[in-house]
């Protein structure tokens, strides 16, 4: 499994620590919630820190200090939603640049570029991303960027990121990693030779179900200063009170990613000898194509599970009778959430290359003990 970062502090410190110094009036040890628009400034055109909060706000810089750090990034980079950050990220694109998709891409992602960035005159692919071969012959003279996602939305495909990182350059691109799934406890992308790492941060960073954001980090000093630039022009940048529930999460990413994969684990062990499951998409499980390059690059397997049953109405029913995991849509909060991928979060992808199969349940697994959820997906699947 990968390793820590070896810079003097632990990760679980970190999360704690980085960009998190009690507050100096008063000593307050969480960091304020600076629930401001615009700031006094001493003199005209001298403003102390920030002039207006869509350009900087301190528990904004917080929070892009700790994930930062958490990444093993310089630069750190904040939005509204994850969407947000990655519209941000390729408003960095020119007509007739290129970008490269994984053919197992979140759905959002697929249609940014092609229902929106498409009509500014940005090309995209798709390609298997786990066929190197094809992954390679893929990258055009005009490939911009690389967006790779792994473990992927839903099948849990896994990437290997330093190798697509090498593709990525050899054709003069940029690789991007939606770390989501994993989260930087999980696996550290720009270690492994990335440049850009991307979140939502409203899943397992925020951890709680309770806020919506997204986030870029780099290494790249012009590219981060192009970003910020872009975070100000744009202004899509999260509130102050979202960021403070986003720091109030991180705090507790490790001890929740344990319990995530300890859930996730078990969970896949039970619907693999289940009978009325056909397959299962889990990374850890024995036999999967992406176990491998999951245990080279990742620290564990993740808190997402999907399986598939053997029809659509079969899914519909099981998803409709659990009572611990909640039918919803997103992931990552501590409360287990159950759905049918097809008609909710990938009905944007139904008619598209990324289309999934209607007989797919996906899991988030929360912290829950594991033997009550096995009992209620028995349940739901009796």
């Known amino acids: 499994m990968a390793s820590s970062p070896g810079d003097g502090m632990r990760f679980e410190t970190r999360a704690v620590h980085a960009g998190q110094d009690p507050e100096p009036a008063f000593g307050a040890v969480n960091v304020p919630i600076y629930q401001t628009s615009t700031y006094a400034q001493p003199e005209v055109g001298k403003p102390k820190r920030f002039d207006y909060a869509r350009t900087g706000n301190p528990t904004r810089e917080a929070l892009e200090t700790v994930l930062a750090s958490l990444e093993g990034g310089r630069h750190g980079l904040c939005f509204a939603s994850g969407m947000a950050a990655e519209a941000t990220l390729l408003l960095t694109l020119r007509p007739e640049d290129h970008v490269l998709l994984s053919n197992d891409v979140y759905g959002g992602t697929y249609r940014l570029l092609a229902r929106v960035l498409a009509d500014w005159g940005v090309a995209y692919d798709i390609v298997d991303m786990t066929d190197l071969a094809a992954f390679g012959a893929a990258v055009r003279h005009e490939t911009r960027v690389v967006w790779v996602e792994t473990p992927t939305n839903p099948l849990l495909k896994v990437i290997d990121i330093a190798a697509a990182a090498e593709l990525a350059h050899d054709g003069g691109a940029m690789c991007v990693v939606d770390n989501t799934f994993a989260t930087p406890y999980l696996q550290r992308p720009l270690e492994l030779g990335a440049d850009v790492v991307v979140h939502s941060v409203t899943k397992y960073l925020g951890g709680h179900s309770d806020l919506v954001g997204g986030a870029v980090v780099t290494n790249d000093d012009a590219l981060a200063e192009r970003l910020a630039f872009l975070q100000n022009a744009v202004g899509a940048v999260p509130g102050p009170m979202d960021?403070?529930?986003?720091?109030?999460?991180?705090?507790?990413?490790?001890?929740?990613?344990?319990?995530?994969?300890?859930?996730?684990?078990?969970?896949?062990?039970?619907?693999?000898?289940?009978?009325?499951?056909?397959?299962?998409?889990?990374?850890?499980?024995?036999?999967?194509?992406?176990?491998?390059?999951?245990?080279?690059?990742?620290?564990?397997?993740?808190?997402?599970?999907?399986?598939?049953?053997?029809?659509?109405?079969?899914?519909?029913?099981?998803?409709?009778?659990t009572k611990l995991f909640f039918l919803a849509e997103s992931l990552g909060g501590v409360e287990s959430l159950i759905e049918v991928p097809a008609p909710m979060t990938h009905a944007s992808v139904s008619d598209s290359p990324l289309a999934v199969p209607d007989t797919l349940i996906r899991l988030s697994v929360g912290i829950e003990h594991p033997d009550d959820l096995v009992a209620d997906l028995e349940q739901a699947l009796a």
């Open 243 to 321: 960021c403070y529930l986003a720091l109030r999460g991180v705090k507790t990413l490790a001890l929740r990613m344990e319990a995530h994969c300890r859930g996730a684990r078990r969970i896949a062990e039970f619907l693999s000898q289940h009978p009325r499951v056909t397959t299962v998409h889990f990374p850890g499980v024995p036999g999967h194509p992406g176990f491998e390059v999951a245990v080279r690059q990742m620290k564990d397997f993740g808190g997402m599970v999907s399986f598939e049953v053997g029809s659509r109405d079969e899914a519909v029913r099981v998803v409709q009778r």
